[in-house]
């Protein structure tokens, strides 16, 4: 299984989506997982990867 997190920027619009599938392996945890986090109004934050560090990282960054 993978991640996706996309970005599409122009200048009229930004874009950013992902998935929200967390998992480790094919041990799938949660399906509506928050990938992305607003840190200010110039800064996105997206995480992938091992689940529990998505986790704390998005977790204590905001």
Same mark, same amino acid.
């Given at each position: 299984?993978?991640s996706l997190i996309? &970005?599409?920027?122009?200048k009229?619009l930004? *874009? @950013?989506?992902s998935?929200?599938? &967390?998992c480790?392996?094919?041990k799938?945890?949660?399906?509506?997982? $928050? $990938?992305i /986090?607003? @840190? *200010?109004? %110039?800064?996105v934050l997206?995480a992938t990867?091992n689940?529990?560090e /998505?986790k704390s &990282? &998005? /977790? %204590?960054?905001?």
């Amino acid at each position: 299984m993978m991640s996706l997190i996309t &970005l599409v920027a122009t200048k009229e619009l930004i *874009s @950013i989506m992902s998935d929200g599938r &967390l998992c480790e392996g094919d041990k799938v945890y949660q399906e509506d997982f $928050k $990938k992305i /986090a607003m @840190i *200010s109004d %110039n800064i996105v934050l997206g995480a992938t990867g091992n689940h529990e560090e /998505a986790k704390s &990282l &998005l /977790a %204590n960054c905001c």
